[in-house]
């Protein structure tokens, strides 16, 4: 299995603009989650799913932040207009409901300027 | 409000020598999970503890859980710079949410 896959691993945009991050969890894992990672507040869980509906979308900081999961091996995270302190680590991570604990992806890095 | 506080947050300890991680939470859970990341990398499962008094080890560390206590502790034997990452402890909320602690940054120096 090759694992959570994220693109891109790097991103750098400038602020205003639209950003969409991407997941494709392993194959038969119902939950997919979106994690943000900074310095300052550490792993914050923003959204995650099960069976591709959206479960708790709490975390998600603002209505800048949309996630889809159109289907069971693809979710995006889109950030529309993105700003400077967007910049984080973009994890995605996957499991089977109800037990295993979590696959993460490699991540993404966001760089807003 | 979950909280799910780690310490020590930053650990820098001599090749050898033992230490003990400390992963405390709030709330009632019996799964909890411990993860390793390297700078600039993703996250990597360690521990799996699914039981009040679960221990698991693995190499030079030692993972349990007292979920009467709601501490779990991660438990380091012999240090060498290879165990040198940041350390989380997660529980698991309501079957599958997971929460994260603060991480726990630790440096083994020769």
């Known amino acids: 299995d090759a694992g959570v896959i994220q693109s891109p691993r790097h991103e750098v945009t400038e602020m205003g603009q639209e950003v969409t991050l991407r997941c494709k969890p392993i194959?038969?894992?119902?939950?997919l989650f979106w994690y943000r990672q900074t310095m300052m507040r550490g792993l914050e869980l923003l959204i995650y799913f099960n069976n591709n509906v959206p479960i708790d979308d709490s975390g998600m900081p603002e209505d800048r932040f949309s996630a889809k999961m159109p289907n069971a091996s693809f979710s995006t995270l889109k950030i529309q207009p993105s700003e400077p302190r967007d910049s984080a680590v973009y994890f995605c991570?996957?499991?089977?409901?109800?037990?295993?604990?979590?696959?993460f992806g490699s991540g993404t890095r966001l760089t807003v300027v | 409000e979950l909280k799910v506080e780690q310490n020590p947050l930053f650990l820098s300890m001599q090749e050898g020598k033992n230490y003990t991680i400390y992963c405390n939470y709030s709330?009632?859970?019996?799964?909890l999970y411990w993860y390793r990341q390297d700078p600039g990398k993703s996250l990597e499962s360690l521990f799996v503890l699914l039981s009040n008094g679960a221990v698991k080890q693995e190499g030079r560390l030692m993972a349990s859980l007292d979920t009467k206590a709601r501490l779990s502790t991660l438990h380091i034997t012999a240090a060498v710079h290879d165990l040198s990452a940041t350390y989380f402890c997660a529980v698991d909320i309501a079957g599958n949410q997971f929460y994260f602690g603060t991480g726990t940054s630790l440096t083994v120096i020769p």
């Open positions: 709330t009632t859970s019996d799964r």
């Open positions: 194959s038969g894992h119902n939950s």
């Open positions: 991570a996957s499991s089977r409901y109800r037990g295993g604990g979590y696959t």
